[in-house]
Nanobody, 123 residues
Framework: VQLQASGGGLVQAGGSLRLSCAAS????????VGWFRQAPGKERDLVAS????????VYSDSVKGRCTISRDNAKNTVYLQMSSLKPEDTAVYYC?????????????????WGQGTKVTVSS
């Protein structure tokens, strides 16, 4: 499965963005999906994950209350709605399809990765 992340850009602090992750090649409706981010010089960390049917979501403490992950399996797409953005949210955001239906919080639990979309939040 190929994943295409989009929706990044430059936004002022306090603004909002919606990231999209579209799958092609085959459906990823049987897979958990996660959004990770990586800032320069830092590790790739989980932002949010969603289970295969969307019934279970997990958020990092740093974005809890500010982000919502959702999926539309009919469209083979997962979304990450981000609001009240902060400069520390600046990073490249990657979506990934997990090896299992529930997703996970570590990169090693994910098999397929998109190319990343850059989010820059100015102060």
């Amino acid at each position: 499965v190929q994943l295409q992340a989009s929706g990044g850009g430059l936004v002022q602090a306090g603004g909002s963005l919606r990231l999209s992750c579209a799958a092609s090649g085959r459906t990823f409706s049987d897979n958990g999906v996660g959004w990770f981010r990586q800032a320069p010089g830092k590790e790739r960390d989980l932002v949010a994950s969603i289970s295969w049917r969307g019934g279970s979501t997990v958020y990092s403490d740093s974005v809890k209350g500010r982000c919502t992950i959702s999926r539309d399996n009919a469209k083979n797409t997962v979304y990450l709605q981000m609001s009240s953005l902060k400069p520390e949210d600046t990073a490249v955001y990657y979506c990934a399809a997990a090896r299992l239906p529930l997703g996970g919080d570590e990169p090693r639990m994910y098999r397929y990765w998109g190319q990343g979309t850059k989010v820059t939040v100015s102060s």
